[in-house]
């Protein structure tokens, strides 16, 4: 393709209601209008305290962009091409109105090569303030605020429950304008038609302009050892090319911990395609009936959050198979890293990927009230094998699809996601949006969502992407959608009927029995919540702030308007009832940090104890769009993780642990590995501070299993003891406790450092030490893990990739008994 770039430096305009100019700027392209104004019309530092609050007038605003760039030679064809526009905007070339855009999601193109000039040429683009343009329609319901509804651009900076409202416009991607004149490619769609032992066969549907003269497609395959394994020349006066093609001895592409991510290349002409070989498909097997997992459905419909929504007679699992080899789904949910997408960069997304990966994450949903996300993302989920699902770009609400101009819009969307995005080995499903269908199901004549998933989505989706599944909103399946014993389910439904009024109405003794009954067959969103640490609160919090007053906490914890109480109020809550009273601010701190850790393990190994009945749990969330002080994400704005991201990471190894107790206490092993492992278990009990001895066996661990492998009758130990149950193999470790009631907690000074090193670090406890936290700006091989007395651990760290200090704390708290 042949390119005359437009980005960089643009003049910028802010208008008053009559059209005049109130001031000037400069600016600069892909951006907004808030980044560009940082530090003039607008606090540098948007995020520290309640700055954002000043930033709220640019809403209201109109604005113009302009730029003049030089044409030497008239081209006999030339498209101006936006990537991104945000999101109301008229185009002017030469004081010529050549289009208007009214969508954020998709790529505008607009046909100027009669308009050019030779010399200098001026393009304007006037952008509408975005509230204003919707204002006098009619309302929409929908969570948080209601004018997103009518507007195609970024839901959740219209103010959510963990981020603040940034509603801005601007050119958000890259401009240029497109010269090619001859025969080319305009797109390839390369699929997996099966897959044998000893060879692939693949299919590439191509799609040409500039064809009608006729000419040559050089297609070749480039395996990913770089050898070419498939070379061939097509003559077309056709606008498409299908060809079927045997890949001898395909290496097959796996999600992170199944296998390799090799990935290959289609070349047509000169223009790259990458792809990777594999299968993928979803196993909803029925249950029989009166068997295991039919009786453990009639208790989940029994339970609170049953009774909400599930009305199912009949149920079935929902198993995920890649290349034919079921995957424990274990991931979470992805929204925008920056509050202004254009703001987002390929290192911060690489950053947040690689820490998704060396914490075990296989599966990240892009949730649907984000964007799609650049490429750069989709790569390095190819790479790195992480799995993705993907939401079409609707969430929360009752949007305006009895209008046919909305239907389009979702046609355009649709087309501009598959074109962009079906070649991505990583990508096994679309959603058609976030819980607008929960009251949904599949015999009814009519529900929130579906005439834009029926008329506008899915039609799209069956021509450009045939091969991938598509569920109809998230959650999807059963009856409700919403309902958790067939399909995907969001625990995060429960939050204001069952979760929230435990949580603020109960002594939460019982709440490892509790949080057991959220159970169901694929969960797409659990909820969890707690502070992030020091270094990342200092950025925009003060001192007086973090330990003394609740006011920034609260404002950067943000919350949802139709509850009670503060989600910064659920946090405290929670954090005292199992934590044990706050001695002070500092206490409060590092209790707030440590509730997420204990939320994710109870969670997280009750879910794995019962594999195969469930089969995929994906968080909400995986990371923060702006610096929250508390909430839901396991790292931070400024990609630090979290206490949860240490809990999910040992939750996720490929060998874990846990204890549950019944009628006796339960010893399960949960091996998501694809062999067996024998297993070396030591059990003992720890009682006014000593540790006793129970006893040690070895068991074998089937592969991709989970098993009780042992039981303890009740009085093996003192009431008010906590058992402690130690695993390891040839290359694993990992340790369960149990408590039971509250898991009252205090700070201890029985931790030594041994040495430190610039990479690591060595610890020994002189008594029991329930949770080592190490606080710094560096991500850690280990935290918030225990020490037994005499015990001695090696940590090894690097710093953050956004490091500003090379100081952190080492902190140790012991149970209260």
Known sequence: MS????????????????????????????????????????????????????????????????????????????????????????????????????????????DIAGLLKKGENMLTVHFYSPVKKVEGLERCGGAFTCERMHTRRIQCTYGWDWVARFVTCGIWRDVYIDTDEGFCVKNAYIYTESISENSAEIVVEAEFENFQNGGFADVRIISPDGDTVYSNRFFRKE???????????????????????????????????????????????????????????????????????????????????????????????????????????????????????????????????????????????DRLGILVTQDFLMACGEYPEYKEEFIEQMKKEAEFAALTLRNHPSLVWWSGDNENAINGFDDAEDYHGRTAIHKGIYPVLNRLDPKRRFLLSSPCGGTPYASKTKGTTHNTQYLGCSIFPYIMDSDMNDYKEHFSQYLARFI???????????????????????????????????????????????????????????????????????????????????????????????????????????GWAFVDYYCLPKASFYSFKRCAGKILVSIDKKEEYEIYICNDSLKEEQVNVSLKYLYEGKITHIRDAEVLAE?????????????????????????????????????????YIKPCNSLEIVSKAEDSIIVRASEYVHAVEFEGEYVFADNYFSLLPGEVRTIEMRPADNAESKDFTVTGYTIRL
């Not at 609050?53 to 030339?78: G, H, M, N, V």
């Not at 395609?273 to 039919?294: C, H, M, V, W």
């Open 703 to 743: 592969k991709a299993s989970s098993g009780k492998v042992m039981t303890l009758p009740l009085h093996i130990m003192p009431e008010g003891a906590v058992l402690i149950c130690d695993i390891k193999g040839g290359n694993f470790f990992d340790r369960a406790f149990y408590k039971q009631g509250s898991l």
């Open 524 to 630: 797409a969103e659990e909820p969890t919540m707690g502070a992030v640490n020091l270094p990342s609160l200092m950025r925009f919090m003060s001192e007086e702030d973090i330990f003394e007053s609740d006011d920034m906490w609260n404002y950067h914890t943000k919350s949802n308007p139709g509850l009670p109480f503060s989600l910064f109020d659920v946090l405290l809550n929670f954090t005292k009832k199992v934590l044990g009273d706050f001695t002070d601010g500092h206490d409060r701190f590092f209790k707030m940090k440590y509730i997420q850790y204990e939320w994710i393990r109870i969670s997280m190994e009750n879910i794995r104890r019962n594999r195969g009945f469930i089969n995929g749990i994906v968080y909400w969330m995986w990371n923060d769009c702006w610096p929250a002080s508390s």
């Open 239 to 381: 606008n498409f090319l299908k060809e079927y093609i045997d890949i001898p001895h395909a290496q097959l592409w796996y999600p992170a911990g199944y296998g390799e991510q090799p990935l290959y290349k289609l070349i047509i002409n000169s223009k790259e395609f990458t792809f990777g070989i594999r299968s993928a498909k979803i196993l909803q097997l029925p249950d029989e009936k009166n068997s295991e997992y039919y009786k453990k459905c009639l208790e989940i419909k029994d339970s609170v959050s049953g009774r909400e929504y599930d009305r199912n007679e009949d149920f079935s699992g929902f198993l995920l198979l890649i290349n034919n080899i079921p995957v424990m789904c274990k991931g979470a949910n992805w929204v925008p890293s920056e509050p202004f997408p254009s703001a987002e960069t390929d290192k911060k997304i690489t950053s947040l990927l690689s820490l998704a990966k060396e914490a075990g994450v296989n599966m990240l949903r892009v949730w649907g009230g984000g964007i799609f996300e650049k490429q750069h993302f989709y790569n390095e989920c």
């Open 3 to 110: 390119k005359i770039n437009l980005n960089g430096s643009w003049s910028g305009i802010c208008l008053l209601e009559n059209g005049k100019t109130d001031f000037t700027f400069e600016g600069s392209v892909p951006s907004c209008v808030h980044t560009d104004l940082m530090g003039t019309k607008i606090p540098k530092n948007i995020y520290y305290r309640d700055n954002a609050d000043k930033c709220q007038w640019i809403e209201e605003r109109d604005f113009e962009y302009s730029k003049t760039f030089e044409i030497d030679t008239l081209p006999s064809s030339a498209k101006l091409v936006f990537e991104g526009l945000d999101t109301y905007a008229d185009i002017l070339l030469n004081g010529k109105l050549i289009g208007s855009a009214d969508n954020m999601f998709i790529s505008h193109s607009f």
